[in-house]
């Protein structure tokens, strides 16, 4: 009864007058699994004045899932530069069960394989939502990675991988290469 009124003032509060209040109610819903706000949620990435909330507004969108948010998120995560592109690029990998799975796989591939380390290091964190055995074996590869901070997160991504004999197999390989550096 008590999260179903929490719900119902969420709701309310989407007529709020400030934008600000709107959006928080809107995000609120979507972390919940309810779409109500989800037009609240795509006006906020291009009407916010601070870009914390826009982002916010991205990563909620992809919270929630739902098909409209899709060509917005699609939008943002190929739109070089943007201030929203890497929230983005990690947003809408959840949107992966529905028709768009290639479209989304493919441009996660495609920034894993250029030379952009703070959009890489989100699409690895899809990936690792995406699930898949070939996702996995993206993950793998950017283990031995020359950017520091590439590996590391791939690593850290690697407790979650469904083939654990593979994550140790390449783990090893890290380790090795990494004491060469030091005999």
């Given at each position: 009864a008590l999260r179903t009124q929490r719900i119902g003032i969420l709701r309310a509060a989407l007529n709020h007058p400030e934008a600000d209040s709107k959006f928080l109610a809107a995000e609120g819903l979507a972390?919940?699994?309810?779409?109500?706000?989800?037009?609240?949620?795509?006006?906020?990435?291009?009407?916010?004045?601070?870009?914390?909330y826009r982002q916010r507004a991205v990563l909620?969108?992809?919270?929630?899932?739902?098909?409209?948010?899709?060509?917005?998120l699609l939008l943002l995560a190929k739109h070089e530069g943007h201030d929203l592109q890497e929230q983005a690029v990690e947003a809408i990998v959840h949107l992966k069960s529905g028709p768009h799975a290639e479209v989304i796989f493919n441009?996660?591939?495609?920034?894993?394989?250029?030379?952009?380390?703070?959009?890489k290091l989100h699409a690895l964190t899809g990936l690792r939502w995406f699930n898949s055995p070939e996702a996995w074996g993206l993950i793998r590869e950017q283990v031995t990675s020359p950017d520091?901070?590439?590996?590391?997160?791939?690593?850290?991504?690697?407790?979650?991988?469904?083939?654990?004999?593979?994550?140790?197999?390449v783990l090893r390989l890290r380790l090795k290469t990494e004491s060469q550096y030091y005999l």
């Open positions: 972390l919940a699994g309810h779409p109500d706000g989800i037009q609240v949620l795509l006006t906020s990435i291009d009407l916010l004045a601070a870009l914390v909620a969108l992809g919270q929630l899932a739902h098909p409209r948010a899709f060509d917005q441009r996660l591939k495609q920034i894993v394989k250029a030379d952009a380390p703070g959009l520091w901070q590439i590996p590391i997160h791939a690593i850290g991504l690697l407790k979650h991988d469904v083939d654990p004999d593979a994550a140790v197999k």
